[in-house]
């Protein structure tokens, strides 16, 4: 499975299962916030005491792969899939660098 390399923030809700606020920056410098059960961008248990940042993954589903200007590999994902994430802004499709998106096992986020 892919996954964009996330930075979490922040604990929202502590209630079971916890929500944390995530983020990344796209290809382009823009960031992009999502709020996300804990259990789906990391295997850590995390609460309000936990120190912040900590690194997380948001799946995702590969869309498109280009060459930019620079000669960077651009892929363009959509979170859609496989677990239906999406932006406080309501955004699916990103396109990030090669080095934000890994291979991970379900569960070894």
Same mark, same amino acid.
């Given at each position: 499975?892919?996954?964009?390399k996330?930075?979490?923030?922040?604990?929202?809700q502590?209630?079971?299962?916890?929500?944390?606020e995530c983020?990344f920056?796209?290809a382009?410098?823009?960031?992009?916030?999502?709020? &996300?059960?804990?259990?789906?961008?990391?295997?850590?248990?995390?609460?309000?005491?936990? @120190?912040?940042? %900590?690194?997380g +993954? =948001?799946g995702?589903?590969?869309?498109?792969?280009?060459?930019g200007?620079?000669?960077?590999?651009?892929?363009?994902?959509?979170? &859609?899939q496989p677990?239906?994430?999406?932006?406080k802004?309501?955004?699916?499709?990103? @396109?990030?660098? %090669?080095?934000? +998106? =890994?291979?991970?096992?379900?569960?070894?986020g």
């Amino acid at each position: 499975m892919l996954g964009i390399k996330v930075t979490i923030e922040r604990i929202t809700q502590e209630s079971f299962p916890g929500f944390v606020e995530c983020r990344f920056a796209d290809a382009a410098g823009k960031w992009h916030v999502f709020e &996300e059960k804990v259990p789906v961008v990391t295997v850590e248990d995390l609460h309000a005491s936990s @120190e912040y940042p %900590r690194p997380g +993954v =948001i799946g995702c589903l590969l869309v498109a792969t280009r060459v930019g200007p620079d000669g960077r590999e651009l892929l363009t994902v959509d979170t &859609e899939q496989p677990w239906a994430i999406e932006s406080k802004a309501g955004e699916t499709h990103f @396109e990030v660098s %090669r080095e934000q +998106v =890994i291979e991970f096992e379900h569960g070894a986020g």
